[in-house]
């Protein structure tokens, strides 16, 4: 069955560590359909808030729900509806870019008659389908980039949630994610994101929300 949310909300979500603040209060409600993406200043709580979102930092402070459900990363619930790419993704040195995507499309339930068909065209779609033979350390960064971007968007999920999806690529693979991202949205995902490239995030997302809340 295709996953699926129709709200998570934010309350007020802190996050605080020896004193030290990483998210001040940040109140979000996502609704299904949405591809919100956040900017703000370096260091201004933003991949803390995706880290909250997703369920792999409890906030300190305030409620963060789906469908007035709690968000554990741990709880498999979670994991089916949110897909997050924060951080770079840990891969095996003896297995290529098609090998990992084979991994991920098999744990997350894909028959394995269609597998070749979805990898190759999730592939494509990011203009990658020639480095599916490639291991992971013979990819440029940018490619690399795109590589870890076709494993979080091949597997199942109702809500993308991506930590600067744009970093180390170029301007023309900028307008292809913004477009991919806009085609998540017609096939009824959502997306919530964070971008440094202001052009990008207007010309790609349905809202915009500038971190810290307030400034
Ligand atoms: N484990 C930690 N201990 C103490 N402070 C931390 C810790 N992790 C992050 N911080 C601080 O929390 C704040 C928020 O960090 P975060 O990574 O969320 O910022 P960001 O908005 O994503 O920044 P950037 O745009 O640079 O990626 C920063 O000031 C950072 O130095």
Do not use: Y
Not at 55 to 65: A, F, M, V, Y
Not at 93 to 109: E, F, N
Not at 137 to 158: I, K, Y
Request: proline share 5%.
């Amino acid at each position: 069955m295709t996953p699926t949310f129709t709200k998570i909300v934010a309350d007020k979500v802190t996050c605080t560590v020896n004193k030290i603040v990483l998210l001040p209060p940040t109140s979000l409600t996502i609704k299904a359909g949405e591809n919100i993406a956040i900017t703000g200043q370096n260091g201004c709580g933003k991949t803390t808030f995706l880290r909250v979102l997703t369920g792999n930092l409890r906030p300190t402070g305030g409620k963060i729900t789906r469908d007035d459900q709690p968000i554990d990363e741990r709880d498999p619930a979670t994991r089916q509806v949110i897909a997050p790419l924060i951080g770079p993704v840990a891969g095996f040195r003896d297995l290529t870019v098609a090998d990992h995507l084979i991994m991920v499309d098999q744990t997350w339930g894909g028959d394995r008659e269609g597998a070749c068909e979805r990898i190759a065209a999730v592939l494509n779609r990011l203009d990658i389908l020639q480095f599916g033979n490639r291991f992971m350390h013979e990819l440029s960064s940018g490619q690399r980039q795109l590589a870890e971007l076709s494993m979080v968007l091949l597997r199942p999920s109702a809500l993308l949630v991506l930590d600067e999806p744009e970093q180390r690529l170029d301007e023309g693979r900028r307008t292809l994610l913004g477009e991919v991202l806009r085609e998540r949205i017609k096939t009824g995902s959502s997306v919530v994101w964070v971008c440094h490239d202001k052009a990008m995030a207007e010309a790609s997302a349905t809202r915009i929300v500038r971190f810290p809340q307030g400034s």
